[in-house]
């Protein structure tokens, strides 16, 4: 009778106590949020800001990312857009209508990188800007990300794009996954192993000193940049309130290839650059998806085995469903922290959900361990 009473209280207080930890981090950030900073412009007026965009197959997304970022009120702005693929991104770019505009067709098999280092190569910026072609820059935010540099304090500053984009919320898959990674940005160091390519800038010098974006890179081009800045001296100073909108996956298929990527390619590049402890967690990662997608098989196995203690199955069965509830209790716990961070409400719905999103998360954290041996799956987007 005692061990179903453990496997539900353990987790439960576990999670209380996390709770009034989160509430501090909260009560921490709120002066950051707060103060919206003004750029304040050197005294030899405003350096130029090239913001970067590759846009491949972003027919939707495309002309709301422009548009915002032609919203910006920065004096020295130009924007190098590298567009193409088999939908209307090339005729969206191809419309647009900005002074500022540097327009480059991005063709099949370029790639993200190779795109990206050819949209540097015409930029004449002395601050480079990169930007996802499905994220909407507000002003807060780009004056939060560029005035560290501005102000001589930094080369390289980024900050994750965690608030979905207007009326997904609304959607429980995407609450469930902006829950996550609101919760990851708010608990970010101030100075990041790794760059977060959909919303950073990086002074030009220290971006060509570190090789610029190597075309050669099929996936995981930011992860390999950061190394390669962290490895020549940069630091990447992370802002956690300077997250911009971003369009979130409604659908699990392509929401599984961005998860089971993100953890590849940490484990793939950080074993070139020696980041092994960032390996070992991703690795663990995948390893826990694993288990979790196991173990109630195995405890199947035992019970069904003769001669086997029923008693095995019923530890196995319980470690399952310790970790399932741990899980499950820590996402309820990000989405009330997401919900109080972004001053919005989530679906009742979220809720009951969740026990289906976790199943798709142990999926997403497995796929990797299938898709090393492969270096066509390696290098998938």
Not at 172 to 180: D, E, K, R, T
Not at 219 to 234: F, W
Request: proline share 6%; aromatic share 8%; hydrophobic share 45%.
């Amino acid at each position: 009778m005692w061990m179903p009473i453990a496997v539900v209280a353990a987790p439960l207080i576990l999670n209380l106590l996390q709770w009034r930890r989160d509430l501090k981090r909260i009560q921490k950030l709120a002066g950051a949020r707060r103060a919206i900073p003004s750029l304040e412009l050197p005294g030899g007026g405003a350096p130029k800001v090239s913001i970067l965009v590759a846009a491949w197959n972003e027919e939707s997304t495309l002309r709301p990312c422009l548009e915002a970022i032609q919203g910006l009120s920065y004096p020295n702005l130009e924007i190098v857009v590298c567009a193409g693929g088999t939908d209307g991104t090339w005729e969206v770019a191809s419309e647009f209508r900005d002074a500022r505009l540097i327009l480059l067709e991005q063709g099949r098999g370029d790639g993200n990188a190779k795109s990206l280092q050819r949209c540097l190569e015409r930029a004449a910026g002395e601050i480079i800007y990169h930007l996802d072609a499905d994220c909407l820059i507000t002003g807060e935010a780009f004056a939060r990300i560029l005035g560290p540099i501005l102000r001589g304090e930094e080369e390289a500053v980024t900050s994750s794009p965690c608030t979905p984009l207007a009326g997904q919320l609304e959607i429980p898959f995407v609450a469930s996954q902006c829950a996550s990674q609101v919760y990851t940005s708010i608990y970010q160091p101030g100075y990041s192993s790794g760059l977060a390519g959909a919303n950073c800038a990086i002074r030009r010098g220290a971006l060509e000193r570190a090789g610029g974006f190597d075309g050669a890179v099929r996936a995981g081009e930011d992860y390999d940049l950061s190394q390669r800045l962290r490895g020549q001296g940069t630091r990447l100073r992370y802002e956690a309130v300077a997250s911009v909108p971003v369009e979130f996956h409604t659908q699990v298929r392509p929401y599984l290839r961005q998860q089971s990527r993100w953890i590849r390619n940490v484990v793939i590049h950080g074993l070139r650059y020696g980041a092994y402890r960032e390996v070992a967690s991703c690795l663990a990662t995948s390893l826990v998806g694993l288990g979790m997608l196991t173990l109630p098989c195995v405890a199947l196995g035992l019970a069904l085995l003769p001669g086997v203690s029923p008693a095995a199955a019923r530890i196995v069965a319980a470690v399952w469903g310790l970790a399932f509830l741990q899980a499950y209790f820590s996402r309820l716990r990000y989405a009330n922290v997401a919900a109080r961070w972004l001053g919005v409400r989530f679906p009742r719905r979220v809720a009951a959900l969740l026990p289906l999103y976790l199943l798709v998360d142990f999926v997403a954290w497995t796929m990797p361990l299938v898709q090393y041996p492969s270096k066509a799956w390696r290098e998938r987007w």
